[in-house]
């Protein structure tokens, strides 16, 4: 089965903080996805990235971005943390552009 | 544009069925997903169909999608307490799913 695994289920950052969500994929996925989840949102894309040091912005990129320096390893970086992007961020691979999406178990992060 | 709509709650006894529905509005999806999560777990693929077909059966799951109307349902027969969780619907247009804000299906004994 493949395994999309996020480094942490939990995290509290102050506000200003630089973070950084980790998320790697152990069955050499093309593609990789940054979604965050609000209660009453559903799930809205960030960032993503179809290939090794690409990535392209979705919907919501104000305040995030990303590195894709390996094919395995996708991760979102808050680059001054704010407490309005206290969520839930979920983590997404696949094999390709006609290929299901497999989802990380999330990382809840609190920014006070 | 690309929008998908669900009702945010349901709430059903426990051996009856649940039908969960979404809208959408963007004609030009390929595929329309439906994802399930369970407390504190990311999203599983529960299942999926393609757009030129009108339903899908998978053992308790069925499918139904009204293409002229852009409506989307599943319906879980005999709905178990282990089937409480949130249900995702999307739709795949180009290389991106668009998700709707997710059903939270209550299940009670």
């Known amino acids: 089965d493949v395994k999309v695994t996020q480094s942490s289920r939990y995290l509290v950052k102050r506000t200003g903080e630089k973070v950084f969500l980790e998320c790697v994929q152990d069955m050499d996925h093309e593609n990789m996805f940054w979604y965050r989840q609000d209660p009453g949102l559903g799930l809205r894309l960030i960032y993503f990235s179809y290939d090794v040091k690409m990535k392209e912005k979705g919907d919501i990129p104000e305040g995030y971005s990303v590195s894709r320096e390996k094919k395995e390893r996708f991760s979102l970086i808050l680059e001054s943390a704010s407490t309005n992007q206290t969520s839930m961020y979920l983590c997404a691979s696949r094999l390709g552009t006609n290929y299901g999406y497999t989802f990380g178990s999330g990382t809840r992060l609190t920014v006070v | 544009g690309e929008d998908v709509e669900q009702s945010l709650f349901l709430s059903v006894r426990e051996g009856d069925s649940s039908v969960i529905n979404c809208t959408y509005t963007?004609?030009?999806?390929?595929?329309l997903y439906w994802y399930k999560q369970e407390p504190g777990a990311g999203l599983q693929l529960l299942t999926y169909?393609?757009?030129?077909?009108d339903m899908k059966q998978d053992q308790r799951l069925t499918v139904l999608l009204n293409k002229k109307d852009k409506h989307l349902s599943l319906r879980i027969a005999d709905t178990q307490t282990g089937d409480s969780a949130i249900y995702f619907c999307a739709e795949k247009i180009g290389g991106k799913l668009i998700f709707g804000q997710g059903t939270e299906l209550s299940v009670k004994p």
């Open positions: 169909i393609f757009s030129n077909m």
């Open positions: 963007d004609s030009s999806s390929t595929y």
